[in-house]
């Protein structure tokens, strides 16, 4: 059975929590003399001299709004990498615990686990991009602590089967850690409504892909009240900043916009396949439910570097295994992948 305390580190059981000015005192004052702040303000239009909210309530209260779950189900990170690493450091013990992994997926776990210096063990996905069940459960022991799943996965751009991720979590008795940053191009459904299902499930999502804010680094983390509890111990005490938490309520009133934006670049992602399918030296393109596609094409790295003398970024995947030969694009705008497909023509005129 999940247990939380079975999965926390000894010394974060019996944290104290650095207790900030603004965390003792939460109302309303009209003379603020706690946080030795500058009390003259500060040389922009907007004063941005106070201290911002270290829970950041409102922004909860209106991701809840519009994600369907309690407030206190909801952790914000400084990206979704300071919601990794929060999570590291609150559940692995160094050198003693570790976590498994399923590569090729997003590099930041493998990263995060090294900084902490928690043991890294690698279950590979199938030739297809799914779980290897089986190797997965041979792989978990007694300081197993967390299992990271990327779905859709970076950089392949595939789901990972539904059934799969579920029987992680009912037979796992620690962390399953969703990172859905994509979840929003894809068909499948979120497992936030799930959170009262699984005690040991962890989501991780972002404002920094489909509502294109990946400037102002908010991540979100969804899990149980206990699960944030702890991660709002472990997090800085301010690590939201005030102008991000502004922006962040102002782009969270325009959600017909940013579905409006998401259409569309579903969209053009589907129009991208069917034409770089079309160019001669495309192996194939993986389908994706994300706002890039994984392109299998003939000497990559040198089309890559091609593509660079025209002035064109796409990310080179060919040293990562099962993603051999294969090039990450984003979905740009309609001007951009135009100019991206013009360029992959003349590579081979």
Request: hydrophobic residues 40%.
């Amino acid at each position: 059975m999940f247990n939380i305390n079975n999965l926390l580190r000894e010394n974060i059981k019996t944290l104290k929590p650095y207790s900030s000015a603004r965390d003792e005192f939460k109302g309303e004052a009209s003379v603020y003399l706690d946080a030795n702040e500058n009390s003259l303000g500060s040389p922009l239009t907007k004063w941005y001299n106070r201290y911002p909210d270290p829970l950041q309530w409102k922004v909860k209260e209106a991701l809840a709004a519009i994600k369907k779950v309690e407030p206190t189900n909801i952790f914000l990170g400084n990206g979704s990498d300071e919601c990794i690493d929060v999570l590291f450091r609150s559940f692995c013990e160094p050198k003693k615990d570790n976590v498994i992994i399923c590569p090729p997926t997003y590099g930041m776990y493998e990263v995060s686990a090294n900084i902490n210096d928690v043991i890294i063990k690698k279950a590979p996905l199938t030739e297809d991009f799914q779980l290897d069940l089986i190797h997965l459960e041979n792989l978990v022991d007694a300081n197993t602590k967390i299992i990271w799943i990327c779905s859709p996965n970076n950089p392949t751009g595939n789901s990972i089967n539904r059934t799969d991720i579920e029987a992680l979590l009912n037979n796992f008795n620690g962390l399953v850690v969703i990172d859905e940053a994509y979840i929003n191009f894809a068909k499948q459904k979120s497992f936030v409504q799930e959170l009262n299902e699984y005690p040991n499930l962890v989501i991780l999502q972002t404002l920094s892909k489909a509502w294109g804010l990946a400037a102002l680094r908010l991540g979100m983390a969804f899990a149980s009240k206990e699960i944030i509890e702890v991660l709002n111990k472990v997090k800085p005490p301010y690590n939201i900043n005030q102008a991000t938490q502004d922006l962040v309520l102002k782009a969270l009133e325009e959600v017909g916009q940013v579905n409006d934006m998401i259409k569309e670049l579903v969209d053009m992602r589907n129009a991208l396949t069917d034409v770089i399918l079309q160019i001669p030296i495309v192996e194939k393109v993986y389908p994706s439910d994300a706002n890039f596609i994984l392109v299998k094409i003939k000497e990559a790295r040198k089309v890559y570097e091609f593509l660079l003398t025209r002035g064109i970024v796409v990310r080179d995947r060919s040293n990562v295994k099962l993603c051999e030969d294969c090039l990450r694009i984003t979905v740009g705008t309609e001007k951009e992948n135009t100019l991206l497909v013009d360029a992959l023509a003349s590579y081979i005129q």
